[in-house]
Every structure is written in structure tokens, then in C-alpha cells.
């Protein structure tokens, strides 16, 4: 007879309503590959067994928030969904104004246009792809300056996230604090594998911002994530909640963004909001020109219902630990395997190290959106390249970026998998590792100008 080891724990929900998912043939997945042109973005859902590609908009919605969605108030102004939402994003960011829109990038776009001028220097901890691009296309260059822990995929630092004021400070010298108009920051940092920042970094670099007079901006569409870490792994606050925790992140900064599609568990919808009245009045202009108007900024009234529930739900601790511990749960049954992926366990993905996993592949070969395709076409599970496509090219020499890590992105929708969905998970990824020596890599076939990773397409070499 077995012996008790451990307790387990479960969900804090049950399943109502179901989706069936069609199971396809090897050779089928062959032919849809290859139409994909390797890329695991253009495949067609329905070709998908398990949907790993990103954890954004592909959430499922609790029965509070579809609730919620029969009580639009789909007035063109003053919808009474857009009130009750700007009342959640005060208690939950701290922040007193708002404008909502239709996903994050487009608040990153008023960001950018609002605080950026021509020639000017955004220091970020690491880069994510809409964001940098978004400062790029406002006329900024973007600098990196997150602890180098973070570039190695097997260093344990708990904050990888973490800002190192020693490079920050360096660029400060060297261009000026006139030239910096934010310090951008996020967390858990998606390109380093889901990694979070510390609360005790986040007021080092607050404080060496306010001697400087420069502002800190958050991109706070995983804040609920990087709260959950400083809980769990900084001391003195494992007896705050989520929400005392998450509303001390917000107050060191200026103002934020969101997309919705993340924390929040919705399908669609994005925030900006600030402390800065005057930043305030610029975007409340700005969004009706790319968005709508200010009191629906590219949503349904009952999109916004939506959000504002879903927010509550958010910052529930059993949610949050539930979600991640999905995660963990993973990356635990692959370290069984001597799976090669990113150190601590991230936040919503596990990073799989696809330059240790195809290290026959040198990285203009793609070894990461190899090995995307090649677990696609194993068992029909998708995830996408975190690596050198989607890296995209240096602007001024216009050659190839070379990151560190090249990555393959298994990313967690919220309350849409069971535990079996993992196991198959796993189990592919392992079948394809013991086979990694027979794998060859791709070439690009075509390219797209921006964000590449998207819309490119590769054939095998
Ligand atoms: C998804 C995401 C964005 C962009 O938001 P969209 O809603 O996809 O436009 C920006 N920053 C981070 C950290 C994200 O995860």
C-alpha cells in the first residue's frame, strides 16, 4: 500500500460549459505545418489540439463575468459599464484616471506619443515586442537594463526582473536624465521567462528615479502575477493580500497600462491610466482620433463589464495561486525529464531552451521556431518562438538581433486546461527531446517589416 506523502490541491472552480477540440492525424498536421509556413501563429485553431500559443484573450470567463456581459450599457457616452470599470481601476491600480481601449498596445501607443519625443533614450527591464515598438515608432531608442541574471536561462534568481541601477544610471551619465522622459517597467518579464521583479527593486529604482526627476511608467498587464511572487517569495509580505500588494507596486509610478486580455480574464479590452492630469487630458484626446470615445475607447459597454469583474476575480489568491501553480505543475513533470527550460518556473508560461534543446542548430537556423513546430506536429500541441525571429532586426545596421535566449513559449490560458492536458503536454515535448538529433532546422522565406514573428514564413532546410 502507498504511504500519504503530500496533500494535493486543485482549482477554486468547476467546469460549466465545454468546448470540444478536434483530434487530428500526424499526417494532417504535416500538410498544416507546412501551409503554415512553419509558423505556428499562422496555423488554423481548428488544426490546434491543446492551444498553448499565448495566455492572451484565451482565457475562459467565470459565470460573474458573463453574467455581466447581459447588463451592456452600449450607449455611444457615459456608458454606466465604463463607470463602474474606472471605480475598479482606482481601488485595484490606485491610479484616480482612466481611458479605456481596445487592447494594451493601443495605451502603449498614447504612452509612447504623449511622453516621447524624437531622439530620446527608454530604459526598460527587457524589451516586449508592442512595447519597443511602439517607443521605436515615437522616435526612442530603446536600452535594456535588467540584471544580467536574466539572461541566463539557468540562473535561480527569484526577482529576475529586477532592474540593475548600475546600467541604468550609466545611460542616465551618458545621455542625461533630459533625454529619458520614463523608466519603463514590467513584470513578471515575459522575454525572460515570466520573471518577476522585487518590491524591494522597484523602490531603489524609484528612489534613484526621484533624484534624478524622472518618472516611472508600468506596464501592468501581469502586475497580479508579480504580486503573487513578492507574497510568496520576499520577505515581509507573506501576510499581505494580492490587492494591499498590488496597490503598493502601482503607487511607486506615474501611471500604467494594461492589457486586459492577461490579468484580467478577458477575451479583449485594454487600460491607461495615471496620476498625471495633464498626460490624462492628452490621452482622453488622443484615443477618440485611434480608438472611440474616451468613455468607451474601442469596447462594448459589456466588454467593460467584463473587465471591471473580472479585476475582482484577479486579485483572489486561490485564482492567482491556481494559475501559476498550473504552471509549476509543468515545469515540474519536464524536470523529470531533464527538459532543458527557463529557471525559477515563470508566471503564466514555461520557457523551453530550445538553444540547449537543438544544440546541433546554430540560431540562424531558427532552433526555436524548430522545435515550436516540430511539438505542433508530435502531438498538436502549439506554442510560439520567443528567440531570434521574434527578436526582429537591429534598426540602424538592419541585421538580425541575436538574443541570448531563444525560446520556445508553452503559455497557460487562465481556467481552460486540466492537469491531463499537461501530461499530453509533457509527454510530446519528451517524445520530441528523445528524438532532437534527427531534427533539422528552417530558413526564412519571407519576412514582414514589423513584428515578423507573427506573419513570417520558413520551409525546412
Ligand atoms: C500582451 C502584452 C502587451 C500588448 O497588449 P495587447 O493587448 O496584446 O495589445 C503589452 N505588454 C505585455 C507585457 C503584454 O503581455
Known sequence: ?????????????????????????????????????????LLKSEDVYIDLLTDSGTNAMSDYQWAGMMIGDEAYAG??????????????????????????????????QILI??????????????TRLHQELAGATFVDVIIDEAHDPGDPHPFKGNVDVNKLDKLVQEVGADKIPYVCIAGP????????????????????????????????????????????REEGYADKTITEILFEIC???EGLWVSAKKDLMVNIGGIFATKNKDVFEQARNLVVVYEGLHTYGGLAGRDMEAMARGMEEMVQY?????????????????????????????????FLDAKAFLDHLPQDQ?????????????SGVRGMERGIVSAGRDPKTGDHRYPKLELVRLTFPRRVYTQAHIDVTVESIASVYENRKNIKGLKMVYEPKYLRFFQGRFDRL
Open 1 to 41: 500500500m502507498k504511504k500519504l506523502e503530500k496533500r494535493s490541491w486543485a482549482e477554486p472552480f468547476k467546469i460549466k460549459v465545454v468546448e470540444p477540440i478536434k483530434m487530428t492525424s500526424k499526417e494532417h498536421r504535416l500538410e498544416a505545418v507546412k501551409e503554415a509556413g512553419y509558423n505556428t501563429f
Open 79 to 112: 456608458s454606466k459599464n465604463f463607470y463602474y470599470l474606472w471605480d475598479n481601476v482606482k481601488k485595484f491600480y490606485g491610479m484616480p484616471y482612466f481611458v479605456p481601449t481596445h487592447q494594451g498596445r493601443a495605451a502603449e501607443h498614447m504612452v509612447s
Open 117 to 130: 519625443k524624437k531622439g530620446d533614450y527608454v530604459p526598460g527591464n527587457m524589451y516586449f515586442t508592442t
Open 189 to 232: 518579464v515575459n522575454m525572460a521567462g515570466g520573471q518577476p521583479f522585487s518590491m524591494a527593486n522597484l523602490k531603489e529604482v524609484k528612489s534613484y528615479c526621484d533624484t534624478k526627476g524622472i518618472d516611472l511608467w508600468f506596464d501592468a498587464t501581469r502586475a497580479v502575477e508579480n504580486a503573487y511572487f513578492i507574497k510568496t
Open 251 to 253: 503607487s511607486y509610478f
Open 318 to 350: 486561490d485564482n492567482v495561486r491556481a494559475r501559476i501553480g498550473q504552471v509549476e505543475y509543468c515545469g515540474n513533470r519536464l524536470e523529470e525529464f531533464g527538459i532543458p527550460f527557463v529557471k525559477p518556473i515563470g508566471g503564466h508560461a514555461i
Open 366 to 378: 531558427f532552433p526555436a521556431q524548430t522545435l515550436a513546430a516540430e511539438i505542433y506536429i508530435d
